[in-house]
């Protein structure tokens, strides 16, 4: 939107709009801030200017190459039901990702404590009722 800034020597090279990058975000903010963010991802693009929009969770969950990609998933959960989250961004073809919802309160307690701490009964019982765990 500024055409005459092209043929400036002020800011015709990248070494001339160092010493200025305040003034050049100013100006790039004051012209996307008055365009909805496809506009100028397409205005941008039709010049090969690399950029990308800056998404809203909503946008993000509604997105259906996001969906396609499993980079959005759906996930149960046995207490709050299903919820849309974010995927893997790793796709390796031997090394598949589940991604499952987080575990419920305590729901591995019998394992560390018995599994891996090696507690006996009596002891989980005892730290159970002390309000322990």
């Known amino acids: 939107g500024r055409p ?23 100006l790039i903010e004051e012209w996307t801030s008055t365009l ?44 709050r039901g299903s919820f849309v989250t974010v995927g893997s961004p790793l796709k390796l073809s031997d090394s598949p990702v589940d991604i499952t919802s987080s575990p419920l309160l305590g729901e591995h307690n019998d394992e560390v404590f018995v599994g891996e701490l090696g507690l006996g009964d009596e002891e989980l019982a005892l730290l159970r009722t002390g309000g322990v765990i």
Not at 4 to 23: H, I, M, N, S, V
Not at 42 to 61: R, V
Request: charged fraction near 25%.
């Open 36 to 79: 909805p963010k496809w506009d100028v991802l397409q205005k941008l693009n039709a010049h090969n200017i690399p950029c990308g929009p800056i998404l809203s969770t909503k946008e993000i969950i509604e997105d259906a190459s996001l969906v396609a990609n499993e980079m959005v998933v759906e996930v149960p959960h046995p207490q």
């Open 4 to 26: 005459e800034l092209a043929d400036d020597p002020e800011w015709a090279t990248p070494e001339a709009r160092l010493p200025k990058l305040g003034k050049m975000f100013q």
